[in-house]
C-alpha cells in the first residue's frame, strides 16, 4: 500500500511523478487547467466517478473536491503574490482577477473557502 499524501502543497511543488497512475494523472490535469471539477477528471481519465473519489480519498485521505479546492487556493495564492510584485496596486483587483483565473465565481467565494480551509493567501 502505497503512503497517504496529506498535503496538497507537496504535490504542487514536485516535479516527480507520484508513482501512483490515478494521483499522478489528477495532478496533471489540475496543472493543465485551472477550471476544473471533480465530476470532469473522472470524465477525463475515463474512470466511474465513484472510483476516483473513492482512490482520492485512500491516496490522500482527503475528499477529490477538498484536494482539487487546496490545489486552487495554491494557485491563487502564487497568483496573488505575481500580482503584489507587478504593477497592480489594487488588492480586490487582484484578488478578482486571482480568484477568476482559478475557477472561482468572484474573491468573495475566493476567500470564503480559504477561511473555510484556514488558509492564508497573502502571506
Known amino acids: 500500500m502505497k503512503p497517504t499524501i496529506k ?9 516527480e511523478p507520484t ?21 470532469d477528471l473522472a470524465i477525463l481519465m475515463d474512470v466511474k466517478k465513484s472510483y ?3 482512490a482520492m480519498h485512500i491516496l490522500t485521505d482527503m475528499s477529490l473536491g477538498d484536494f482539487i ?3 486552487r487556493l ?3 495564492r502564487e497568483l496573488l503574490r505575481q500580482g503584489a510584485e507587478g504593477e ?13 483565473r482559478c475557477g472561482w465565481r468572484s ?3 475566493l476567500l470564503r473557502v480559504a477561511k473555510r480551509y ?3 493567501l497573502e502571506q
Open 19 to 39: 508513482g501512483d497512475r490515478i494521483l499522478d494523472e489528477v495532478v496533471n490535469s489540475l496543472r493543465k487547467t485551472r477550471i476544473i471539477a471533480a465530476a
Open 88 to 100: 497592480e496596486t489594487d488588492r480586490v483587483k487582484r484578488l478578482e482577477k486571482a480568484a477568476r
Open 69 to 71: 479546492n487546496r490545489w
Open 52 to 54: 476516483l473519489y473513492g
Open 7 to 15: 498535503t496538497v502543497e507537496v504535490l504542487y511543488n514536485s516535479s
Open 107 to 109: 474573491y468573495r467565494v
Open 74 to 76: 495554491i494557485q491563487a
Open 118 to 120: 484556514g488558509f492564508e
